[in-house]
């Protein structure tokens, strides 16, 4: 038997559906997901050609229109699907001669129908409406505005106020009729978020047709109870609360819950969606103007002196020339572009039509999905979900298939087992350090020994036969365990306290003139639990983990979370038990040897926790830096003594400038120049010394701080820079 199936992604959604006529199309099964969204099937048995229906609210006819298949399972076509197009009150109201969208009083609307002949109260008045207008007309002491109906009748012009009239009908029976119309529409949109769909189905003989689309439908929720035990597993209890919200009652539906999340949207597909088009003025031929011609020129008297009027004039009394005339260029211009116009009428209506002839090859036959095409694939949602267990994945979801058929009223919800089983159970207390502050709390590790995944939702625990507390669970995998707290643990406390942070050398060692230093930095977490219980317990550290820290290498922890490592503890009953969680991080601490003060390389250099290696570099740096400092302080006495001399040998030598060669005083001063000139002989020496240390010194420095051998400055002072020398004495 062929099987054919239509997907309309054009007809319509329903959320919160009933069937007007409940026997058309009775709902057989309903997959609900934990997203919001209900896979409703409805089936039937026909007999030959039949027409059924469904009623939709208005506001699911979206859903509808892009989820909605049908099929027929005997060898016949789905014919057609209709429904009501989308088309608003106010459009259809304006679209009857009389416009009822503004609620108009009797007047507005009497002026609705002017020229319309009308005939009021018993008949004895008739005449064509002119008009209502309002007059005034004094009541007691005020000025109040009549409206009066205007009339001409077979007698002649004739007002009457409008509050005198009882009746008026309208002579115009189609005109009449049209308002009834208008009228009855009104009444019917009371009840127009309701739509009809009717579905037509071509065929011979008895056989089932279906028809399934998504609905809005309360998200089904779950909540388990575990009833925990000593000496024997413990019972899990899940129930599923689903409710109706539809218009008609479920009679006996197969029902399947879905704990899958897919993608869902909603788009505007019942609304007309029109295309904007550009609004291009229509191409009108200028009119053709009277034209004058000028006379031959031999007709004209020769002696007139045409040069007076220059070229481009006009003689006084002469038409314009033809060439200069404007109406002889807009009738060719406008001819052009009225050609120009037609041509591209033209092809606008040829690009129309291979728009029309694109959409037709889409729905065209050979997609099999019009009728009589050939359906690519059979229908069936809820294959392999009837036939597997209880609960089973499919399609990336999970699913429980509800093994008893459910019967539930219209707004109603129930409450459905999906869970009744031993689950596997482990009672202890939880300490979540920065959270608990001194009681742990009570709770048991639960093991999903079920076989299916257990969805999220609220847990009751019951201990001893009686209510123990609340607790909440995620979702939960087969064969996964998962702590869970219900109370707070009175029979335990605990204290938790942090050490002072040590820190030692972990590795240190001395690269270009930096010592680096990797320090082992722990910090030690210390719980004291005491007892008050009667019996072993077990006891869960949870200690937060910090990105900045490690657990110590000797630390291992029974489980580790994205936040927290978690520790078991055994705490004897009545007894006292100390636990320390250690941790650890790496510092490090760069010192660099060349821009470090003394003060800061003395303490380094006395350090007891660095390598002998490093303390030797650090040391020889210490004592070069040492004997850089000393010589750089020499160098400048004896650069001052330098000057000094400099100065006293130029007072001299301007002293002796004004003496005789022969006078006592003269010769002093040559005597006293002498001695000088040995002083800064020797000063210059020794200050040539000093630069040779110093950069003798320098270099043995800089050899620390470099990998790369470097040749020693000269020792003998040549080509040193000497500021003393014979130019600083010349003068």
Same mark, same amino acid.
């Given at each position: 038997m062929t099987t054919r199936i239509v997907c309309c992604a054009v007809l319509l959604c329903a959320a919160t559906s009933r069937a007007e006529e409940p026997g058309d199309l009775p709902l057989q099964r309903i997959v609900l997901f934990n997203s919001g969204l209900g896979f409703h099937e409805h089936e039937q048995q026909v007999d030959g050609s039949v027409e059924l229906q469904l009623t939709f609210d208005q506001e699911d006819i979206n859903d509808l229109l892009k989820s909605l298949v049908v099929q027929d399972l005997g060898g016949g076509t789905v014919s057609n699907v209709n429904y009501p197009s989308y088309w608003p009150l106010s459009k259809q109201l304006r679209s009857f001669t009389v +416009?009822?969208?503004p609620q108009p009083t009797l007047a507005e609307l009497l002026h609705q129908v002017r020229g319309e002949r009308v005939i009021l109260g018993d008949g004895t008045i008739s005449g064509t409406i002119l008009g209502v207008e309002l007059k005034p007309q004094i009541i007691g002491q005020q000025v109040v505005n009549r409206e009066v109906l205007n009339l001409l009748t077979d007698q002649g012009l004739r007002g009457i106020p409008l509050d005198s009239v009882e009746t008026i009908a309208l002579a115009n029976e189609a005109l009449d009729a049209e308002l009834r119309e208008a009228l009855t529409l009104l009444t019917a949109n009371r009840s127009a978020d309701k739509k009809t769909v009717r579905f037509s189905f071509s065929g011979s003989g008895q056989r089932a047709v279906r028809i399934g689309y998504i609905r809005e439908t309360p998200i089904w929720k779950t909540s388990y109870r575990v009833v925990l035990a000593e000496d024997k597993p413990s019972l899990l209890q899940g129930w599923a609360i689903v !409710?109706?919200?539809? !218009? =008609? +009652? =479920? *009679?006996e539906v197969v029902l399947t819950l879905a704990s899958g999340r897919p993608v869902t949207f909603q788009m505007d597909l019942y609304r007309p969606l029109m295309a904007e088009r550009q609004t291009v003025p229509p191409c009108v031929p200028p009119l053709l103007a009277s034209r004058v011609y000028s006379p031959d020129l031999a007709d004209l008297d020769m002696n007139y002196p045409l040069e007076r009027f220059g070229a481009g004039g006009t003689a006084p009394g002469l038409p314009p020339s033809p060439v200069n005339g404007p109406s002889g260029r807009g009738g060719g211009m406008g001819g052009l572009? %009225? @050609? /120009? /116009? &037609? @041509? @591209? #009428? /033209? /092809? @606008? &209506?040829g690009g129309f039509g291979g728009g029309m002839g694109g959409m037709a090859g889409m729905a065209g036959p050979e997609d099999g999905q019009g009728a009589g095409g050939a359906a690519k694939a059979p229908f069936d949602p809820t294959q392999g979900v009837v036939a597997q267990a209880s609960a089973e994945e499919i399609a990336e979801q999970f699913v429980y298939r509800i093994d008893q058929p459910v019967s539930l009223a219209r707004r109603r919800s129930a409450l459905i087992p999906i869970v009744d089983q031993d689950i596997e159970t482990e009672k202890l207390s939880i300490f979540t350090a920065g959270e608990d502050e001194e009681h742990p709390m009570l709770a048991f590790r639960m093991k999903n020994t079920t076989g299916f995944p257990l969805t999220g939702g609220p847990i009751t625990v019951f201990d001893a036969g009686a209510y123990a507390g609340d607790a909440r669970i995620t979702f939960l995998r087969a064969g996964e365990s998962r702590l869970i707290s219900f109370a707070q643990d009175v029979d335990l406390n605990v204290r938790s306290t942090q050490d002072e942070q040590t820190k030692s050398v972990e590795e240190a060692g001395v690269e270009l003139g930096i010592v680096n230093i990797s320090y082992d930095v722990r910090r030690a977490h210390r719980y004291r639990v005491q007892s008050k219980s009667d019996s072993l317990r077990t006891l869960v550290l949870e200690q937060p983990r910090d990105v900045a820290w490690k657990l110590a290498d000797d630390q291992t922890p029974s489980e580790t979370t994205d936040s927290h490592y978690r520790f !078991?503890? #055994?705490v004897p009953a009545g007894k006292t038990v100390e636990t320390v969680i250690v941790e650890q991080q790496t510092q490090h601490e760069q010192l660099n040897l060349m821009t470090i003060d003394d003060e800061a390389l003395k303490r380094l250099a006395h350090r007891t926790d660095l390598p002998a290696n490093v303390l030797a570099v650090v040391n020889q740096v210490r004592q070069l830096r040492v004997s850089i400092a000393e010589l750089e302080s020499a160098l400048k006495l004896e650069q001052q003594l330098l000057a000094d001399i400099g100065a006293e040998q130029a007072r001299i030598r301007g002293n002796m400038s004004t003496l005789g060669k022969d006078s006592e005083l003269f010769k002093r001063y040559v005597e006293k120049l002498t001695a000088q000139e040995d002083k800064f002989d020797a000063a210059r020496d020794k200050l040539v010394q000093l630069r040779t240390d110093l950069a003798t010194k320098? =270099? *043995?420095?800089? *050899?620390? %701080?470099?990998?790369? +051998?470097k040749a020693a400055p000269a020792t003998d002072g040549a080509g040193a820079e000497d500021p003393f020398g014979e130019n600083a004495r010349s003068g």
């Open positions: +416009d009822l969208t !409710e109706n919200t539809s !218009e =008609w +009652d =479920w *009679q572009a %009225f @050609g /120009g /116009g &037609m @041509g @591209g #009428k /033209g /092809g @606008g &209506m !078991e503890v #055994k320098r =270099w *043995q420095l800089a *050899q620390l %701080f470099s990998s790369s +051998d």
